[in-house]
């Protein structure tokens, strides 16, 4: 994409997303991420050292074509300022922040209405996230085809209702903390029960690929799927694990809405 690219953030949004797209090859020629820490900025850099990283440099990086608000919701409203002063009016904005609408943007931004919102997933840094997707009507259809064919590089992209997006934050976007410790749990327990990582690590991921066929394309309702395998070590556990999900994470959504 010949067009320049700014991130107001360079914490883990930024490594995912920029991870990504060097990993496939359509990282941007120019890119300049900012934040108000080197820390994060030298983490990015060890990762994507084309990036030019700028401590303290918002303006610098909302002068870019296709600007990327990586921040989360609390800490957008002491950036906005610095966003507002450098963001031409040609730019598109895209916000990857649950909470903050399309129209409290607007409102913060002086009138701009070139926004996007972009709920990004954590497996977009080996090009196979899910990252919904919604556009401020002002982006005419087709830089929203020519944003989306990019974006595209990192997964999955599909164009959702706004009022969606802090469901898909909840399912999608923190969907994987839910599960990755467990499967690391399982490989260091297939290593201690005599396989090998590489056995234990291929096995996993076959299964968990399979798992989730069955579940979604069998045609058979879940509780069907579930009588498939008579043994089921955590049977007890499971009305307190489905509780957990219901508790915690319903309380995380009341607290991600607008």
């Known amino acids: 994409m010949n067009k320049t690219v700014g991130f107001v953030g360079g914490g883990r949004v930024a ?8 990993r496939c090859g359509k990282l941007p020629q120019q890119v300049i991420v900012s934040d108000i820490s080197p820390e994060p900025l030298e983490r990015l850099k060890a990762l994507v050292p084309e990036v030019k990283t700028v401590v303290n440099g ?50 913060m931004l002086g009138g701009f209405e070139r926004i996007v919102r972009m709920l990004p997933n954590a497996c977009s840094i080996v090009n196979a996230g899910y990252n919904p997707v919604c556009f401020s009507p002002a982006i005419p259809d087709g830089e929203r085809k020519e944003l989306l064919e990019w974006l595209g590089a990192l997964g ?22 839910y ?12 290593k ?29 309702s879940p509780e069907e799927v ?7 070590p955590f049977a007890e556990e499971e009305q307190q694990i489905r509780a957990m999900y219901r508790q915690k994470l319903e309380a995380m959504f009341q607290r991600l809405k607008p």
Request: aromatic residues 6%; glycine residues 8%; negative net charge.
């Open 58 to 107: 918002n303006k610098e990086a909302s002068a870019a074509d296709i600007v990327f608000l990586a921040l989360h919701p609390p800490a957008i409203p002491s950036a906005i300022d610095e966003v507002k002063s450098a963001l031409r009016g040609e730019a598109i904005l895209v916000s990857l922040a649950p909470k903050v609408t399309m129209a409290r943007l607007k409102e």
């Open 179 to 190: 599960f990755w410790f467990q499967w690391a749990e399982l490989v260091e327990l297939g």
């Open 15 to 22: 490594r995912v997303l920029l991870g990504g797209l060097k």
């Open 192 to 220: 201690s029960l005599g396989l090998t990582e590489r056995e234990a690590i291929d096995g996993l991921k076959k299964m968990l690929v399979g798992a989730v066929k069955t579940l979604f394309e069998s045609g058979f």
């Open 156 to 177: 999955d992209c599909p164009e959702v209702a706004e009022e969606k997006i802090e469901a898909y934050a909840i399912l999608t976007g923190m969907g994987p903390t």
């Open 226 to 232: 579930m009588d498939l395998i008579p043994v089921k």
